[in-house]
């Protein structure tokens, strides 16, 4: 715009605000008003860009035939003239100094021949030069010129930019306020206001805090010798809660290897759950021989997943500078943590710079760092800093656990060798456990007797060696091989894998280990090694066995893990392209069990993937595969996240396409839709680079429900039939299933709901034949979409609480919640609303857990419908704003436009009881354009044609009734185009209340005319009307033959003869089936 036409724009914004002041009484406050006003200034351009374009030209080609009067001076005046005009002055005083007259007056004679010639010139050029401006002066000021432009352009800008602006504001004050209605009656309670928080995170953070604990090793027993350091640590925490400063509490526990810091730490944090919200353990693996300490940024990710910190912040992990990935993680663990108490165990430190940057600010949490002796602290760290040194127990304390682990002490009671024996552990309690085990078969005298056999040697060593030697060579190998499978705890697959065995005789041996001290009990059948048993393990596999046995035992791991897991995912999702030669259920008794065992054995699983070197890849692929399939199930982001970073740096082909697969997935999950998009359209392209059809149809399949996800419906169906053609073959029937009912949600949302139902009811065969449960369950809530759409509610449930069990079965909560939310809006679609919100926000919360963006945004978006059926409109708007700021942050074009077309009819409705009309329905007016735009840029016919008839039913309420009339016919043709006659019959309605206002012949013939379309009407009935029209086309007749006058309006607003939310919510378009 240019300068001197944005002054005049702002005079009248400043007008307008002025006047809105004024109307308001002073409630409104000008300057912050004209200050907003202002600032939305370029998007009110927008609004009347044609006019103004218009407006310019018109000034451009008037400006471009007018002269000024110097450039007419310039053209007419400025040659020939002026050259006779001097050639005369110099004349007259040539011919004066000839006749002998003085230089003077010659020279005056000149002079004065030159001015009257000049001034001759000019009244010359302004006689030619006035009429021209007069007559340029008329041209502007015509109809057509650009003074009229001109008005049209600021009517227009007033029209459609500034008044509906002011409108929106005065919609958001009166919303903020509590609504204006309540405010004048006090009986509306007043809706909670909309808060900033990021209410997905917090759920799932609460969720995960909840889960914490049982995360923690179990105790077993009591906890002998360590009552008082666990009072000390107990009297610390309290007196930090007494403190008026919001410190963490830091305990550091040094002491040697098998004193028992961990145990004390884990204790500790058991005994003290009730006064913290959390707690997690990070193994720093600061002194561990045989692997490299644990990265600071490794740490805060393992914490951050632990302690319920935002997904997305897991799963994409920048690959940036290993400096700045620290400073942001460690950013947004202290802001995660702040006022929040946990407590957090940092296991094996060494690095106290590592240790500060763990330790919450601003939080009352206890962090129990262990560590082989004391440990240098900042002096400025913001925390309560104490240390115990974990020393050898006391006699006490030793016998009270020599006599819990002991098998039997035989009596009488030998203090003396007891004593001894305290001496041979050095009172360790690691040591004493071991030894202590070997009590019954051995008595007291013997056992020291063998110990002091051993020599010299560090007390640990001693025992291991002594246990070791106990065992038969099949736990003594199982012990051996146990050091190959990692930090993670294990269960007896991987025993029994490692061993070359089956279950039954690895879990003897795990038994018999345990029940010897050398491996830790952690819960139920999971085990864990001891740091200082694998070592020993360790040191014991590299010098008593072949190479080649290790490796055979590393690659027997991973391939029996690789088939299990496999094997589970196949249960759940069926026989699909990636696992089709899996058969058999490995054992399971059913589904839910060999979810439990995958879910027990995922952290074990990750470990193991880190140690595969030198594993036939083909192995390690489907235990990868597996493993990401159980992480987009489960919503494990944080697991997906390692492996992507592990894939990323083995850098195999298939290995990276298919987790980078799996990633895109996981970001779409997450809404972050762009993200999800250009990682998958990447994928497709590296699987078709690599020459891997059945691969490429599966991402091309991913990508199409991602494009369905931001509304894109036409490249949606086009990706996933493309995904079709390359799934012909026999072999893939199974992904063809999960592809069909992926478009067919596309195909539904296009309004085609004969196609849709039809490919929902071939993927359900498919899915059956496969074997998918998964598969089935999704394609059984598409399907009951679809009834609702068609209106067939009593089978739409039907077949939502099929999903509903069938993802029970599977454990997938994402579906629960999406199945819970569409229940819930079959009790919206018969009619029922109020259980319908209850249900509602039930599903908003389970949602909020999954932090499922999308599920929660579509059922806000459900939410304020029902809240609109039961009549409470301010919250309801609420509602969907926040829905439409969902659908608007994750780009998600067609829920925008559903968001947009309902909070308008909302904020229509709400605007209307407040001032007994449509006038003030600008900002509702806007949110339909936008609406329309949006669902005409994607193709929905069916979202364009409702949209249009509640544009006209605000443009009749405006007595802009040929602009309504226009509405409706393009609603006809929109409902045509893909065989609505439900609502081809509103639209047609609706343009019969419109003719007597709007015709062109006037007012006779327009009730002449509506009367017999109204008839026309009522003659073509259908199964598919809304029955409500029935009775609406009769009582319309009645009322133009009796009261109608065209000085009164449209009145078909005032009579409630207008479609309501009902209307649009069925489609009425002929459906066949086989069902």
């Not at 005369?88 to 000839?98: K, P």
């Not at 996240?641 to 850098?651: F, M, N, T, W, Y």
């Not at 298919?658 to 996981?666: E, F, L, M, P, Q």
Request: net charge negative.
């Amino acid at each position: 715009m240019r300068d001197s036409h944005r002054a005049e724009a702002e005079r009248l914004l400043a007008r307008a605000v002025e006047e809105e002041v004024r109307r308001t009484g002073g409630r409104t406050d000008g300057n912050v008003l004209l200050s907003r006003a202002r600032a939305s200034l370029d998007a009110m351009e927008q609004t009347a860009a044609e006019e103004y374009e218009a407006y310019t030209r018109a000034l451009d080609e008037s400006a471009a035939g007018q002269l000024t009067f110097g450039q007419r001076y310039a053209k007419e005046a400025a040659g020939t003239p002026l050259l006779v005009v001097a050639v005369a002055a110099v004349a007259a005083c040539v011919a004066d100094l000839v006749l002998g007259t003085g230089g003077g007056t010659a020279l005056g004679a000149g002079g004065a021949v030159a001015v009257a010639g000049f001034a001759a010139t000019v009244v010359k050029v302004t006689a030619a030069h006035v009429p021209a401006a007069q007559r340029h002066a008329g041209t502007v000021h015509q109809p057509g010129g650009p003074e009229q432009l001109r008005l049209q352009w600021l009517t227009a800008l007033e029209v459609r930019g500034i008044r509906p602006f002011l409108d929106q504001q005065r919609v958001l004050t009166a919303a903020t306020a509590g609504g204006v209605g309540g405010a004048r009656s006090g009986q509306q309670k007043r809706a909670p206001q909309l808060r900033g928080a990021d209410k997905s995170a917090a759920a799932r953070r609460r969720t995960v805090l909840e889960q914490s604990f049982a995360q923690l090793p179990q105790p077993d027993g009591e906890f002998a010798g360590r009552r008082a350091e666990l009072g000390r640590i107990a009297q610390w925490v309290h007196a930090a809660r007494a403190s008026t400063q919001t410190k963490s509490t830091v305990v550091v526990l040094h002491g040697a290897p098998g004193a028992g810091r961990s145990s004390l730490a884990v204790r500790a944090a058991h005994d003290l759950k009730d006064q913290f919200r959390g707690a997690c353990v990070v193994d720093l693996r600061g002194e561990s021989p045989d692997t490299p300490p644990l990265s600071t940024r490794d740490a805060l990710l393992h914490l951050l997943n632990r302690l319920g910190a935002p997904r997305e912040q897991l799963l994409f992990r920048e690959r940036s500078t290993q400096e700045q990935q620290v400073k942001r993680l460690s950013e947004l663990y202290h802001q995660h943590l702040t006022g929040l108490e946990v407590v957090v165990v940092l296991d094996d430190a060494s690095d106290p710079e590592q240790v500060r940057t763990l330790v919450p600010e601003r939080s009352d949490s206890l962090v129990l760092v262990t560590a082989r002796g004391p440990l240098d602290l900042p002096a400025d760290l913001p925390a309560w800093v104490h240390e115990i040194a974990v020393e050898a127990l006391d006699d006490a304390g030793a016998e009270q656990l020599i006599r819990q682990v002991a098998q039997d002490l035989p009596e009488p009671y030998d203090a003396q060798s007891l004593d001894r024996l305290r001496e041979l552990c050095a009172g360790l309690p690691l040591a004493l456990r071991v030894a202590g085990s070997a009590l019954g078969p051995r008595t007291p005298e013997a056992l020291v007797a063998d110990l002091a056999a051993y020599g010299p040697v560090e007390p640990v060593e001693r025992t291991l060696w002594l246990r070791y030697s106990d065992q038969p060579e099949a736990a003594r190998r199982l012990l051996r091989r146990l050091a190959l499978a990692g930090r993670a705890s294990l269960g007896t697959a991987a025993a029994a894998a490692l061993l070359g065995a089956d279950e039954q005789e690895a879990a003897r041996q795990l038994t018999a280990l345990s029940r010897a001290g050398l491996i830790d009990q952690v819960r139920a059948s999971r085990y864990r090694l001891h740091d200082v048993v694998r070592s020993f393990a360790q040191a014991r596999l590299a010098d008593e066995e072949e190479p080649t046995e290790r490796s055979a035992a590393q690659e027997r791991l991973i391939a029996s893990y690789g088939e299990l897991a496999d094997s589970v995912i196949r249960l759940v999702d069926g026989k699909t392209s990636t696992r089709a030669d899996q058969f058999g259920q490995h054992g399971f008794t059913s589904l839910d069990a060999a979810l439990r065992w995958l879910d027990d054995e995922s952290s074990f699983i990750t470990a193991a993937l880190r140690h595969a070197e030198g594993v036939e890849p083909r192995a390690v692929l489907g235990l990868l595969g597996a493993l990401c399939d159980y992480c987009l199930l489960r919503g494990d982001l944080y697991r997906l996240g390692e492996i992507s970073e592990l894939a990323q740096a083995v850098d195999q082909g298939l290995l990276g396409r298919n987790v980078k697969w799996r990633t895109g997935i996981a970001a779409r999950h997450l809404g972050e839709l762009d993200q999800a998009r250009s990682t998958l359209a990447s994928v497709v392209d590296l699987y078709f680079e690599a020459h891997q059809d059945a691969g490429a149809a599966r991402a091309l399949g991913s990508l199409g429900i991602t494009l369905h996800h931001q509304g894109n419906l036409s490249e949606a169906a086009a990706r996933l039939r493309e995904a079709l053609d390359l799934q012909v073959a026999e072999e893939l029937a199974g992904d063809r299933g999960w592809t069909l009912h992926a478009l067919a949600a596309v195909e539904r949302d296009r309004s085609r709901l004969s196609e849709a139902q039809e490919m929902l009811l071939t993927a359900l065969e498919l899915h059956r034949d496969s074997g998918s449960v998964h598969g089935e369950a999704w394609a059984h809530f598409q399907l009951g979409q679809v009834c609702l759409r068609m209106g067939d509610v009593p089978r739409a449930e039907t077949e939502l609480r099929r999903a509903l069990d069938l993802y029970r079965r599977t454990r997938d909560a994402r579906g629960e919640a999406w199945a819970l939310t569409q229940l819930a809006r079959a009790r919206l679609v018969a009619g029922d609303p109020s259980p319908a919100v209850d249900d509602l926000r039930q599903a908003v919360s389970r949602h909020r857990d999954n932090e499922d963006a999308r599920g929660e945004a579509w059922t806000l978006y459900y939410l304020g419908q029902a809240l609109e059926e039961t009549g409470v409109l301010d919250q309801a708007v609420r509602d969907l704003e926040r829905a439409r700021t969902m659908f608007s942050r994750m780009r998600d074009v067609y829920g925008l436009a559903c968001a947009r077309h309902h909070s308008a009819r909302v904020t229509r409705d709400q605007r209307a009881a407040q001032t007994g009309s449509l006038r003030n329905s600008g900002f509702a007016r806007q949110l339909l354009v936008d609406a329309r735009a949006d669902f005409q840029r994607i193709g929905v016919a069916h979202g364009e044609a409702w949209t249009c008839l509640e544009l006209a039913v605000i443009d009749a309420g405006n007595a802009r009734t040929q602009a309504a009339l226009a509405l409706c016919d393009d609603a006809i043709s929109l409902f045509a185009s893909y065989g609505d006659r439900r609502g081809e019959d509103w639209a047609h309605f609706l343009r019969a209340t419109l003719l007597p206002y709007a015709s062109p012949g006037g007012w006779d013939i327009g009730v002449a005319v509506a009367q017999e379309e109204l008839a026309q009407l009522a003659r073509t009935g259908h199964p598919l009307r809304d029955a409500k029209l029935d009775g609406y086309t009769e009582a319309y007749e009645l009322f133009l033959e009796r009261k109608a006058e065209l000085e009164t309006g449209w009145q078909g607003w005032r009579l409630g003869m207008t479609p309501d939310r009902h209307a649009r919510e069925i489609m009425g378009v002929s459906v066949t089936s086989r069902h």
